[in-house]
Each structure stands twice: as C-alpha cells, then as structure tokens.
C-alpha cells in the first residue's frame, strides 16, 4: 500500500485547509486510518483518527470541534478538513494506515503511532499569525 499525502501549505491563522491521502496498491476500505502530525522538536502526534466502518471517530482534544476527518471507501482516498486554523497547528502532517489484523471490530480506530502499517509522505502546514 502506498499513501500519498497532499494539500498542505501556508495558511493564515483562522483559515482552513484540507488534507487529502490517497491510497494505491490496495484496496484500503478496511482498514482504520489516522492522521499525524509532527511539528519541530516535538513527537509524531495523532490529531484524529477513523475506524474502517467510519462510525467511530477520534480528535485529538486540541483540534477538536475544528479538525473533520472523513473516509471515501469508494474512491480509496481519506480526508482531514481544518478549520479555524492555529499557529499551533503548524507542522507536517502525515496520513497513516493500519492492515494488520483487527481483533476490535469496524469501530475501533487507533491513536498510536506503531499501531499503523502505512504511512504518507507528509505534507507541510504552517499557520502564520
């Protein structure tokens, strides 16, 4: 499976911007997904996360009520709408996918980052002020 991460970019704080992770290989509409983001100095983060039947859904708290994470099983391709953005959101953002065996059923999603097989390239965001 190959994720190909796309649509950061420079923003203004309090505009917004959506994330786009396309997947090629394999067909991904099982597999539960998650967004990351890592800014200088710090950690790799989840930011959200979706299960692989969509219904069960996970932000980060501070991105919470501004972040959108959605899936297109259809299309093998999942999404992150930000809104409102932050200075503090400034980093690079990663897509993440996980195929090995779930054991917790179509609504489980998962926040850590040795808990996904896949990973994106990265894409930048930064927020000026």
């Known amino acids: 499976v190959q994720l190909q991460a796309c649509g950061g970019g420079l923003v203004q704080a309090g505009g917004s911007l959506r994330l786009f992770c396309a997947a090629s290989?394999?067909?991904?509409?099982?597999?539960?997904m998650g967004w990351f983001r890592q800014a200088p100095g710090k950690e790799r983060e989840c930011v959200a996360a979706i299960s692989w039947g969509g219904d069960s859904i996970y932000y980060r708290d501070p991105v919470k009520g501004r972040f959108t994470i959605s899936r297109d099983n259809a299309k093998n391709t999942f999404s992150l709408l930000m809104d409102s953005l932050k200075v503090e959101d400034t980093a690079v953002y990663y897509c993440?996918?996980?195929?090995?065996?779930?054991?917790?059923?179509?609504?489980?999603?998962?926040?850590?980052?040795?808990?996904?097989?896949?990973w994106g390239q990265g894409t930048l965001v930064t927020v000026s002020s």
């Open positions: 290989g394999r067909t991904v509409g099982n597999f539960p």
């Open positions: 993440a996918a996980r195929e090995r065996p779930n054991y917790y059923g179509s609504s489980y999603y998962f926040t850590g980052a040795h808990d996904y097989d896949y």
